[in-house]
């Protein structure tokens, strides 16, 4: 088995779903700046915005919380698109020949 693959700075991490202010602790790897403190004990703090207790699959519930208007900003995006210029179809159709029964005999009869 190979040595040193895995990283050996886990610690105990409190993340906190900024959605609901729900907090758990959980051991990371994580890197974060800020800190919280925890029934007396400060954690290092890393900041979700969902978790499993807002996120609608867990809950059930059908609303989603779009805290960087990412939802917003792809509908006015796309708001036009329906409504921009149709592509123009080809008006001049291409000439069909229509096969006679005499046509049919002649080049049957070239052969």
Do not use: C
């Amino acid at each position: 088995m190979k040595s040193n693959t895995h990283p050996e700075n886990y610690r105990l991490v409190a993340f906190k779903d900024m959605s609901n202010n729900d907090v758990f602790i959980t051991k990371s790897t994580v890197d974060t700046k800020e800190t919280t403190k925890i029934d007396g004990v400060e954690y290092p703090l890393f900041k979700l915005e969902i978790s499993r207790t807002s996120h609608p699959y867990y809950t059930g519930k059908s609303k989603l919380v779009d805290t960087a208007g990412r939802v917003d900003k792809f509908r006015t995006k796309y708001a036009n698109f329906n409504q921009s210029a149709p592509v123009e179809e080809a008006t001049a159709e291409a000439p069909v020949e229509e096969a006679n029964s005499d046509s049919l005999e002649e080049e049957s009869d070239s052969k």
